[in-house]
């Protein structure tokens, strides 16, 4: 090792020697100035029990070069305090005789001129010798010394090596540099294992917090890692999960490792798992881990239990009930009944089922029931089995496996039923249903046995079935549409929701509870209405009950006015031009009565009724009409509708 070239003619000598004298430092001083003990000297070693530890076993190396030739080795802190010494017995205890002991001050102020303090003021190796020491009692020794840095480059200490000046060696001073530089690096590596001891222990409590099971195998398939949650999930100790080959943990293992060698992963795919009770389904991703050359080392495998994960799907789709009872608006009588009926059933295993007309209300009743009982905190999911294509109803309810048919997801997927399981389904408009998929259905009441499309595999699930129609059951049964022993499945709990005209006292409560959520929702002022106004609404027969009169008020906080009639034929007064003006199913009437059948002839009607009631105004009519600014721009201009034009609507 190369040391470094020290100043020529020991400048640094001379330079020394002048802080000396700046500083009073008595050439006659045997002692250093400064010299702690007891605990203030425990305090220091404490501190310094790092570099103390690293540098002992160099210490010992060095001076076993020069052992039994009078020389001893000091280590010091940055400020100079000694903090540990080694070496012959007769000039160590000269030194000590000089109380050059642990907690001593070898720095300049308190000392003078030598090795020890010079190295630490110069930053660099120094070799003080004989008459260049500052104090008379060193005169007869030669003392050779370099810093010690951290990894920032700060010096945290220095190493001495001190003799008779006639034993000193040429290279004495290269061997304490080499071994201050072997502290160094040790120091280094220290950092540096320690910060990967620290890297491994939060990689392995961040793994070890997740709620899954998570492995790592070779290509070989033995398993080198594994959290503690998988031990948990499989029934295995840690210690015996890494003696189980990968291949004979699960199924699928050639799939995932094929997959692993091109730089795939597999997601969420359904596997089955040889626990020690049983075997189990389990979803698994897996994750390749690449080298540098981008060839294959490792492979991550993280086991979900299904249930979980379904339940996380459930939340991030928002498939959770959100009403309860307390958010049905009601009064009358027999409307409260109801509700009472339907929280006594809630907690009930038994299936429900909720017969009413559009619009009363059927799917707000299903949740308010699921979060009325002990299910609330498992998944809702609603299905409407008149809204999904006789085609693709089965595998919508009860899912289907790779490759079950054209376009089908790699992995399959769970159906309704199993992503259900532990808590509710919804089945709006059951009686939609066709006559084949109701025999399926009853299969699963019965025996809450699900089976995908495509698939051997049976599936267990735990849900509650709440179904709704608004047609009449009995009828379809007895016209052959509906299976008579899937009605009686369904029926165990029946509850009737009343449409509104047949709950009229509480359409005003209605009114006002929509006219206020939806003016606040809609960021609009609420629209005041007469008494006589609020008279045609008891007095009107609601066909489409509740709903009805939702999207009425809603209309009304949209176009900031009181229709003349209700209904869908209802009329309100042209701002512009006072004159009444029909709404789309009445004016479509007079397009007939006109004999104008084509369909450029109504759009064009309609937009020009929209300007009208909206004065023209373009943002607002096109967000009425459901288009963009400049859609309805281009149709005004196809259909050759200009401001002249639109002076003369209200007279079309």
């Not at 020690?276 to 060839?295: A, G, V």
């Not at 009472?340 to 295993?349: L, R």
């Not at 004999?595 to 023209?616: D, M, N, P, T």
Request: net charge positive.
């Amino acid at each position: 090792m190369n040391v470094p070239e020290i100043a020529s003619k020991k400048d640094y000598i001379v330079e020394s020697h002048k802080r000396c004298k700046s500083y009073n430092v008595d050439i006659n001083r045997v002692y250093s100035g400064k010299i702690i003990d007891g605990s203030h000297l425990f305090e220091r070693l404490e501190a310094k029990r790092e570099l103390i530890i690293t540098a002992e076993p160099f210490m010992n190396q060095l001076y076993n070069f020069v052992k039994g030739s009078n020389f001893f080795s000091i280590l010091t802190d940055e400020q100079g305090c000694i903090l540990s010494l080694i070496g012959d017995e007769e000039i160590l205890s000269k030194a000590f005789s000089f109380k050059m002991i642990p907690g001593a001050y070898m720095d300049e102020k308190n000392i003078g001129t030598n090795a020890m303090g010079t190295t630490l003021v110069e930053g660099k190796p120094v070799q003080v010798s004989g008459q260049e020491h500052y104090v008379k009692v060193y005169h007869r020794w030669t003392c050779s010394a370099s810093p010690i840095r951290n990894t920032k480059g700060e010096i945290i200490g220095s190493l001495d090596l001190t003799g008779y000046s006639e034993s000193v060696h040429s290279h004495t001073l290269g061997m304490v540099v080499a071994a201050a530089n072997a502290i160094e690096k040790m120091l280094e590596i220290k950092k540096y294992t320690q910060e990967l001891s620290m890297a491994k222990m939060y990689t392995e409590t961040v793994i070890d917090s997740i709620i899954a099971g998570i492995l790592t195998s070779d290509l070989d398939g033995n398993i080198v890692t594994v959290n503690r949650y998988i031990a948990d999930m499989f029934g295995y100790s840690t210690n015996e999960m890494k003696k189980i080959k990968a291949w004979n943990l699960f199924d699928g293992w050639e799939r995932v490792k094929a997959a692993s060698l091109t730089g795939q992963s597999v997601m969420d795919e359904d596997v089955f798992v040889n626990a020690r009770k049983n075997k189990l389904q389990f979803n698994l991703c897996t994750y390749p881990i690449l080298d540098n050359e981008q060839n294959l080392r490792n492979i991550v495998f993280v086991f979900k239990e299904v249930k979980k994960i379904r339940k996380l799907a459930n939340k991030i789709m928002g498939r959770q009930a959100i009403y309860t009872f307390d958010k049905i608006v009601g009064k009358d009588k027999n409307f409260l009944q109801v509700i009472e009926f339907a929280k006594k059933v809630a907690d009930s295993g038994s299936n429900i089922l909720i017969m009413g007309e559009s619009g009363t209300g059927k799917e707000l009743f299903a949740q308010s029931i699921h979060n009325c009982s002990n299910r609330r905190d498992e998944p809702f999911v609603a299905i409407n089995c008149g809204a999904i294509p006789r085609n693709l109803i089965e595998s919508e309810l009860f899912g289907y496996e790779q490759g079950a048919f054209t376009g089908a997801k790699s992995g399959g997927q769970p159906g309704k039923f199993e992503i259900a399981d532990g808590g509710t389904i919804f089945l709006d408009e059951i009686g939609e249903m066709p006559l084949d998929l109701q025999t399926r259905l009853l299969r699963v009441i019965e025996e809450g046995i699900v089976s995908r499309v495509g698939s051997i595999k049976n599936t267990v699930v735990n849900i509650r079935v709440i179904a709704a129609t608004n047609k009449n059951l009995y009828e379809e049964v007895r016209k052959g549409n509906f299976r008579k022993d899937l009605f009686y499945r369904l029926n165990v709990l029946p509850v009737r929701l009343p449409p509104l005209r047949e709950r009229k006292t509480d359409i005003p409560l209605l009114f006002e509870f929509f006219m206020t959520t939806k003016s606040k929702k809609m960021n609009r002022r609420s629209v005041k209405i007469p008494d006589k106004f609020m008279k045609s609404l008891l007095e009107y027969e609601w066909p489409g009950n509740v709903r009805e009169l939702e999207n009425l008020i809603e209309w009304m906080i949209n176009t900031e006015t009181v229709p003349e009639t209700i209904g869908d034929d209802r009329k309100v007064l042209s701002k512009s031009s006072g004159m009444p003006f029909d709404m789309l199913a009445h004016d479509t009437i007079d397009l007939y009565g006109s004999k104008r059948f084509s369909l450029s002839a109504v759009e064009k009607r309609h937009i020009l009724k929209v300007l009208e009631l909206y004065q023209g105004n373009i943002s607002k009519s096109a967000k009425a009409l459901g288009i963009g600014r400049n859609t309805l721009y281009r149709k005004m201009k196809n259909l050759r509708i200009d401001s002249s034009v639109l002076e003369h609507c209200s007279e079309m």
